[in-house]
């Protein structure tokens, strides 16, 4: 019965990622105005989120400083992926779709999946407690896929694509509980690395691929608003942290 709780809260999870679908009835010239401040909302909810979420958790469940070097880790791996793979690939094959969209899917996925680990474990200590933690996720995650949404249509994929890779993104939650509940016991040594790594992928795609495109737009008015979108990203998260 646990489990069949812990596989319908994950599944509940992974559809909040579907928030997109409402872009289908908006016309292009409307989500390219709204596209952009979502970037910026993206930006400051990957800050925030491993800032003032994944590495503060990580912190408490390690020993030592070791949560620095995965985080350094997470960093460089996410370098290395975008540098020595994708941009090559899209470098030499001149394609329309930008590095930073793979990085993003991978990034959340890893998210997702560690979210699904969260909500196993909550489950597993109790009925009440795992509903409270489910809740919780949705919260947060609501504004988060969006601004994720964002980030995949405007690096270079359609509406439908961009909501079945999404959708995918999100159900790396399932297989995360699925983890999660048969190895309950083990899931501390696990967080403690995957959740800086995590953390580390997050700053990576903010401050090296969603903010540098702040800076490139010319126009004053949408860079601005999309600075404005970018500390209610981070204000999102610091709101999510003192009441969830």
């Known amino acids: 019965m646990t489990l069949a709780w812990i596989l319908l809260s994950t599944f509940a999870v992974s559809l909040i990622s579907l928030v997109g679908i409402f872009t289908l009835?908006?016309?292009?010239?409307?989500?390219?105005?709204?596209i952009f401040s979502l970037i910026g909302f993206s930006a400051g909810a990957l800050i925030g989120s491993a800032f003032l979420h994944i590495l503060p958790?990580?912190?408490?469940?390690?020993?030592?400083?070791?949560?620095?070097?995965?985080?350094?880790?997470?960093?460089?791996?996410?370098?290395i992926m975008e540098r020595y793979f994708y941009w090559r690939h899209c470098h030499d094959e001149k394609c329309s779709i930008?590095?930073?969209?793979?990085?993003?899917?991978?990034?959340?996925?890893?998210h997702n999946f560690l979210d699904g680990v969260i909500i196993a474990a909550s489950f597993v200590v109790s009925l009440k407690m795992g509903i409270i933690t489910t809740a919780a996720v949705i919260l947060h995650e609501i504004p988060q896929e969006l601004g994720e949404f964002g980030v995949l249509i405007y690096g270079g994929l359609s509406k439908?694509?961009?909501?079945?890779?999404?959708?995918?993104?999100?159900?790396?939650?399932?297989?995360?509980?699925?983890?999660?509940?048969?190895?309950?016991?083990s899931l501390q040594g696990f967080s403690s690395f995957i959740m800086p790594l995590t953390a580390g992928g997050f700053i990576y795609i903010a401050t090296s691929?969603?903010?540098?495109?702040?800076?490139?737009?010319?126009?004053?008015?949408?860079?601005?608003?999309?600075?404005?979108?970018?500390?209610?990203?981070?204000?999102?998260?610091?709101?999510?942290?003192?009441?969830?």
């Open 57 to 79: 958790e990580a912190v408490e469940k390690s020993k030592g400083i070791s949560v620095f070097y995965y985080l350094i880790l997470g960093l460089v791996l996410f370098f």
């Open 160 to 185: 439908q694509k961009a909501l079945v890779y999404n959708f995918i993104s999100a159900l790396m939650a399932m297989i995360g509980a699925l983890g999660g509940y048969f190895i309950a016991d």
């Open 98 to 110: 930008h590095a930073f969209t793979y990085l993003n899917l991978i990034g959340d996925g890893l």
């Open 25 to 34: 009835f908006i016309n292009d010239k409307l989500l390219h105005k709204i």
């Open 209 to 244: 691929d969603l903010i540098p495109e702040i800076h490139r737009q010319s126009n004053l008015a949408r860079s601005s608003l999309a600075f404005l979108a970018f500390l209610c990203g981070i204000g999102f998260m610091a709101l999510a942290r003192l009441f969830l």
